[in-house]
T-cell receptor, first 113, second 115 residues
Framework: AQSVTQLGSHVSVSEGALVLLRCNYS??????LFWYVQYPNQGLQLLLK??????LVKGINGFEAEFKKSETSFHLTKPSAHMSDAAEYFC???????????FGQGTRLTINP | EAQVTQNPRYLITVTGKKLTVTCSQN?????MSWYRQDPGLGLRQIYY???????DKGDVPEGYKVSRKEKRNFPLILESPSPNQTSLYFC??????????????FGNGTRLTVT
């Protein structure tokens, strides 16, 4: 069965520092990959997605993620954290041809002033 | 504005009292789905619908019902709620997921407490 693992349920960085949120998936065939962000009291909002083609994907709010097939990873990064980035982030995968989007456990990002 | 609308946002009820959480989307999406979000477990799929009159179970369907009589609406029904159904619920929709790159659009959630 498809699974997604997000390493670290909580990540804390200083404002202006690099943000790195880790996501690994288990699949013999590369799935479709997504990152979502959830701000307090809101639904999930799509940050970026990987389907095919270029392995470095740019999303909204300065985030990007790189698909690495050899490492079965899709880590999310942002060069310089902003206070407004504080939220919960979810990595999700969908096996090709399947309907279900499978979510990781989520990583809560805290930004320190 | 393209959106998925859930109601109510907050609901407190007692064990056994039937309730319905409504979900409506205005994007003409074929696919709709319900998830519940619990701490440390991420989001788990309850039910989904590939199109009108086509619904199927997700990973945690016990205690829930759904219907899809119209394309835009996908209500979640709890016939006899229990405290273990206390959770944050999300409705989501997209174009056919078989196309792969169609992302889910989420509602703002319904926080349900069953006492």
């Amino acid at each position: 069965a498809q699974s997604v693992t997000q390493l670290g349920s909580h990540v804390s960085v200083s404002e202006g520092a690099l943000v790195l949120l880790r996501c690994n998936y288990s699949s013999s065939v590369p799935p479709y990959l997504f990152w979502y962000v959830q701000y307090p009291n809101q639904g999930l909002q799509l940050l970026l997605k990987y389907t095919t083609g270029a392995t470095l994907v740019k999303g909204i709010n300065g985030f990007e993620a790189e698909f690495k097939k050899s490492e079965t990873s899709f880590h999310l990064t942002k060069p310089s954290a902003h206070m407004s980035d504080a939220a919960e982030y979810f990595c999700a995968v969908r096996r090709r041809g399947a309907q279900k989007l499978v979510f990781g456990q989520g990583t809560r990002l805290t930004i320190n002033p | 504005e393209a959106q998925v609308t859930q109601n109510p946002r907050y609901l407190i009820t007692v064990t056994g009292k039937k309730l319905t959480v409504t979900c409506s989307q205005n994007m003409n999406h074929e696919y709709m789905s319900w998830y519940r979000q619990d701490p440390g477990l991420g989001l788990r799929q309850i039910y989904y619908s590939m199109n009108v009159e086509v619904t199927d179970k997700g990973d945690v369907p016990e205690g829930y019902k759904v219907s899809r009589k119209e394309k835009r609406n996908f209500p979640l029904i709890l016939e006899s709620p229990s405290p273990n159904q206390t959770s944050l619920y999300f409705c989501a929709s997209s174009f056919q997921p078989g196309q792969g790159n169609s992302p889910l659009h989420f509602g703002n959630g319904t926080r349900l407490t069953v006492t």
